[in-house]
């Protein structure tokens, strides 16, 4: 017997990886996420899209720079909102590593969305691939 306002869910739809780095791209803002012996670890950053390279900042001596080169981290960024469709979410799997290109810092410096409230505090750029990203959106 059916109940009375209830429905299926929407069921959610794969997003390429090309629309995946787009929707990157129109954003600026997303978690890391990584593990610290047994806890998982989420942090908020600010990023940048350069080509397929997503750049983050995080804490110069802070748990994600320490680690970069040597452990993956999952960065994830989405829009979510109850009020507008399509609700999407992307993540981005990989070893973040420094950033150390003269010109790739000063691009990255000098883009509008980096400086965001955590300006000062969050002096290293990391760098990850999209090789391996992945995307899905659920439409109502």
Known sequence: MPTAGLSEPPAPEHVSAAECRELLAAHSFGRVSFNIEDRVVVVMTAYTMLGTWLHFRAAAFGSVVRRAGAHPVTMQVDDGHQ???????????????????????????????????????APQWLTLGTDDIKGRRVRS
Do not use: H, K, Y
């Not at 290109?101 to 409230?117: D, H, K």
């Open 83 to 121: 009020d507008r469709e399509p609700t999407w979410t992307v993540s981005v799997v990989g070893t973040p590593t420094r950033v150390t290109e003269a010109a790739t810092l000063g691009e990255l410096w000098a883009a509008p969305r980096t400086r965001v409230w955590e300006l000062g505090v």
